[in-house]
């Protein structure tokens, strides 16, 4: 998987939650820790309230629509 800017956060989501499809991840100019972004949503997002779970759940159905329209046939 090679993934760009935001494109790097669902490429590390996919790695972790997916790893029997995912060879290997390659991240360029992604966004992580010590970005302003990153660290004000890890303080926002903690871990097991209701916004960690919506961030969580529409992370999955993109992944979701990503795999299903860009399946090999």
Do not use: C, W
Request: hydrophobic share 50%; net charge positive; glycine share 6%.
């Amino acid at each position: 998987m090679i993934a760009h800017s935001q494109g790097a956060l669902y490429a590390r989501y996919v790695a972790t939650n997916y790893p029997a499809i995912i060879a290997s991840v390659t991240i360029m100019n992604g966004v992580n820790y010590g970005s302003e972004l990153a660290d004000l949503l890890r303080k926002i997002l903690l871990p097991g309230m209701l916004t960690e779970r919506l961030v969580t759940v529409n992370a999955e159905v993109f992944l979701n629509l990503f795999l299903f329209f860009h399946r090999v046939h």
